[in-house]
Structure formats: structure tokens, C-alpha cells
């Protein structure tokens, strides 16, 4: 089986090694492909000359770009005899609907969170991402059950199922050594906005902790942040920001005491019989991660913040002084891991690929030929009213899901009051919103340094 999978961006992250160990732990008789807006993997290129770039999965795409991401689709569909499409939504999502019906290939895709439901802005988009889920997706993967109940709520026609993050399990698990001497932490997790939140409610809880370095795995946007905070905690002697490391786990393993993450992260620490203390996105530290709550977390892909538990100073120093011992291993039964092995996660995936079939939607080839007929072909595809009107013309009348009627209906009504904002218009929109954005932020921060500065002049120091 050859499976063409289709994301927007390939750097470094949690989709990236799940995406890797997906298709690295695959049989022989079965090939991935890849294509991708934008592919800057941090470390060598792990999938050798399979991997196609340059498409324009983004809001602003014209009709042009659109067509010629979908042409190139088809293009590498027939060349290397694709049999099925998997998608990774954001942006990639619609051209791959377009492609898949097109070339009557079956299409699944894998929710990565709750935020591949964040980036629909307009009511063509989200008009073309529920049609897409009702109309054109065989399966739904999802990496957390909240995204499960949320199809199954709207009553979508694709059948869904959990995918757990695939990992090379570390056998007899319980009886594997770990540096029980060190005090030193491991945080490990991408550096950007929705992460850096609980990474900052850890670090100021560091003068508090026993312990000795930090290092901290990962780059992201929040990063020279994430610096400045430990600057005004005076924690930066002891605080090392390593950047994006393949082998931080070897690292952890031989120099730390434990890790704290969240995620892909966590899991494959725990399996590696790694102590993990378990960050939120937003929230406070949740805990060590052990049976009970390895189990809570399985079904949330290591999220905690749902969990709404926290642990204090005083509990996280003498969990310090328990990992000391040597015989506190908190996940004894290696047991519980079977489920995410990369052999069975993978036998799974294959045998619900197997069964898909395809599905030739003629509505969608109708818009595809009538987008080319468009005069300026220079319009944006997702905002113009060109898009709008094909949508009605040939996919509302053959809609029966609820959900969907009520973005046309919706749609319909607030184009007739305000017209259409036009690709220019709302382009606009978004960069004043967010340089508004910027300078609140820089005069917070201002006003977060004057604040410290004073504190500090006083012999006092901040509890934020």
C-alpha cells in the first residue's frame, strides 16, 4: 500500500516524530509519501527523496495556487501510484479533499489536538471542512477523546477512532537503571505560545525546588521569553536552554533525575523508565506521572490540564528525595504500554487503511472545473464570493447534516448585511489586530520589568 500524507509544515515537534515513527515502523510492502508546504526538518531528512514542497496550504491562497496545489496532488497521486491520502490539517485539508475525490482515492486524517479545529476563519473554509467530514473522509484518527466525542456529537458520516502516539517500547522496563543520583531536571517541549505558559508556571516554581541544573530541550517562538523569565527569576546560572535535540532522551537518561513535559514527550520518557513530571499547557505542574495516572492520560495524548490536579513546592521536593531511592519506580507493570508499541499502533493503522474506500463526490469535480472558468484567477479562494456561490450552487442542495446547513444559512445572511470581506480587507484586519496585540504585549512587559525592578530595590521578590 502506498500512503501519501499531506501536512503544511515538517520542522520539529511532536507531529513530526509521530509522523517519522509512523512511517518508519511500517512494513516493507507498505511506502509513504510526503507533501508539504514548508519542509525544514531540524535534523537530517528522514524520508530520503519521497517528500515533495512548495504548495500553498495557507488562508490567503488564491484560486490559482489552489488549483495548482490540488494539480500537483493529482500529479503525485498518479506518479507514485498512491493508494491512499492521509491529511493532517490545518490548511492542507481541503486541497487534499479536492484531490482525493478527484482521483478516487479513499482519505482519512488525523486530528493532532484541539486546535486542528482552530485555524477555519471563513464561512467558505468552515463550510468546506464539514462538508469535507461529512462527504469526504473515510476515517477520522484522533489523538485525544475530546475530539472524538466532538464528531460523534455533530453525527459526521466518517467513522473515527483513537490513535495513540506510536513508540519503540523499552522492554523489561521495571529493571532498567536510571540515575538516581543526579538533581538535575530535563524539561522537554516545543518553545512556542501554547506551550509556554505551564513551562513559565514551572520556572518560577524553580527558586522553590531542590533542584540543582535545568536544562531545557526546544525552540519555538516563546523561546528568548522563556530566557528573559529566567533572567528575572536569577535562576539563568542554572538554567540551559539546549535548543532542538534528537538525542535529549539519551541525555536525560544518563545526566537527569527527571523529565517534565507534556505530550509525545512524557510518553516516551515514562516508557524509557524515566520519572516524568507532568506539565500543562496553561496549568500548574500536575504530577508525577504513575499508573493511575499514566491510564487517565492514555485516551488525552498526556494533556493534564483536563485533569485540573497541581502539586505544590513542598510535594515536588519530596517527590526529589523519593526518586533518590532506588527502588521507587513509579510505573512497575510494563504492561500498560503495549498499547502505544510502534508494531501494534501500526498493524492498527494499516488494517483501518484497508478497509477504506473511496469516494467520488461529483459536486466537488463540478466547483473544481467551474474554479478554473473564473476570470481573475487572482482572487483569494477562501474569502471571495466566486467560492461562496459554487458551494451553494452544487454542495448545499445534496447537505442533510444539520450543522452544516447552518453555515450556509449563516453565511448566506451575513454576506447579504456586509457583502463579503475581501482578502485585502481582512488581511488588513489581522495585522492591525496583531500589532494591537504586540504593543500590549511589550507594555506589559515594560510594565512586568519596572514592577521587578521596584521589588527588587525594596529587598523583595516577586511570587508570580
Known amino acids: 500500500m502506498n500512503i501519501?500524507?499531506?501536512?503544511?509544515?515538517?520542522?520539529?515537534g511532536g507531529f513530526e516524530t509521530h509522523l517519522r515513527t509512523l512511517s518508519q515502523s511500517l512494513n516493507k510492502e507498505h511506502e509513504s509519501f510526503?507533501?508539504?508546504?514548508?519542509?525544514?526538518?531540524?535534523?537530517k531528512n528522514p524520508f530520503s527523496d519521497k517528500v515533495a514542497t512548495g504548495f500553498h496550504f495557507n488562508l490567503d491562497v488564491s484560486i490559482k495556487d489552489f488549483i495548482s496545489d490540488v494539480e500537483e496532488l493529482l500529479s503525485l497521486i498518479n506518479k507514485n501510484r498512491i493508494d491512499i491520502i492521509h491529511a493532517h490539517p490545518f490548511h492542507s485539508l481541503i486541497p487534499s479533499f479536492f484531490a482525493a475525490s478527484i482521483s478516487q482515492k479513499p482519505l482519512v486524517i488525523t486530528f493532532h489536538g484541539d486546535s486542528s479545529f482552530n485555524f477555519i476563519w471563513t464561512p467558505v473554509q468552515s463550510i468546506l471542512f464539514y462538508q469535507c467530514l461529512d462527504m469526504g473522509i473515510g476515517h477520522v484518527f484522533a489523538v485525544n477523546s475530546n475530539v472524538l466525542k466532538y464528531l460523534n456529537d455533530n453525527n459526521f458520516k466518517s467513522t473515527s477512532s483513537l490513535m495513540l502516539n506510536p513508540i519503540e517500547i523499552e522492554v523489561n522496563i521495571a529493571q532498567k537503571e536510571r540515575n538516581n543520583t543526579s538533581n538535575d531536571l530535563a524539561i522537554v517541549s516545543r518553545l512556542d505560545d501554547d506551550r509556554s505558559e505551564g513551562i513559565s508556571k514551572l520556572l518560577k516554581k524553580l527558586p522553590y525546588l531542590n533542584?540543582?541544573?535545568?536544562?531545557?530541550?526546544?525552540?519555538?517562538?516563546?523561546?528568548?521569553?522563556?530566557?528573559r523569565l529566567?533572567?528575572?527569576?536569577?535562576?539563568d546560572d542554572r538554567v540551559f536552554f539546549q535548543g532542538h535535540k534528537e538525542d535529549w532522551l539519551d541525555f536525560a537518561k544518563e545526566k537527569c533525575l527527571a523529565v517534565a513535559g507534556l505530550g509525545r514527550v512524557a510518553l516516551e520518557a515514562v516508557c524509557h523508565n524515566m520519572p516524568v513530571i507532568l506539565?500543562?499547557?496553561?496549568?500548574?505542574?500536575?504530577?508525577?506521572?504513575?499508573?493511575?495516572?499514566?491510564?487517565?492520560?492514555?485516551?488525552?495524548?498526556?494533556?493534564?490540564?483536563?485533569?485540573?490536579?497541581?502539586?505544590?513546592?513542598?510535594?515536588?521536593?519530596?517527590?526529589?528525595e523519593r526518586l533518590h531511592d532506588p527502588s521507587f519506580i513509579p510505573i512497575q507493570n510494563s504492561n500498560i504500554f503495549s498499547d502505544f508499541d510502534a508494531n501494534n499502533v501500526c498493524s492498527a493503522y494499516i488494517k483501518t487503511l484497508q478497509s477504506q474506500q473511496s469516494r467520488e463526490i461529483t459536486e466537488l469535480m463540478c466547483i473544481y472545473n467551474d474554479l478554473k472558468t473564473i476570470e481573475d484567477q487572482n482572487l483569494p479562494f477562501y474569502y471571495t464570493n466566486e467560492t461562496f456561490h459554487?458551494?451553494?450552487?452544487?454542495?448545499?442542495?445534496?447537505?442533510?447534516?444539520?450543522?452544516?446547513?447552518?453555515y450556509y444559512i449563516l453565511s448566506n445572511y451575513f454576506r447579504k448585511e456586509i457583502d463579503i470581506i475581501t482578502s485585502y480587507h481582512y488581511s488588513v484586519l489581522r495585522s492591525e489586530l496583531k500589532q494591537v496585540n504586540n504593543k500590549l504585549e511589550l507594555l506589559q512587559k515594560k510594565q512586568e520589568n519596572i514592577f521587578s525592578k521596584i521589588l527588587r530595590k525594596l529587598g523583595l521578590k516577586s511570587t508570580k
Open 4 to 12: 501519501l500524507h499531506i501536512a503544511e509544515n515538517y520542522t520539529s
Open 34 to 43: 510526503f507533501a508539504f508546504s514548508n519542509f525544514e526538518p531540524v535534523m
Open 211 to 227: 533542584f540543582k541544573n535545568i536544562y531545557i530541550f526546544g525552540t519555538g517562538s516563546e523561546e528568548k521569553e522563556l530566557m
Open 230 to 235: 529566567t533572567k528575572e527569576l536569577e535562576i
Open 279 to 320: 506539565i500543562g499547557k496553561t496549568s500548574s505542574p500536575v504530577g508525577l506521572i504513575n499508573e493511575d495516572l499514566f491510564q487517565s492520560l492514555s485516551e488525552n495524548n498526556f494533556i493534564g490540564d483536563s485533569l485540573y490536579l497541581n502539586i505544590n513546592n513542598a510535594d515536588i521536593n519530596h517527590l526529589i
Open 390 to 406: 459554487l458551494l451553494r450552487k452544487y454542495l448545499e442542495r445534496v447537505t442533510l447534516n444539520p450543522l452544516i446547513k447552518s
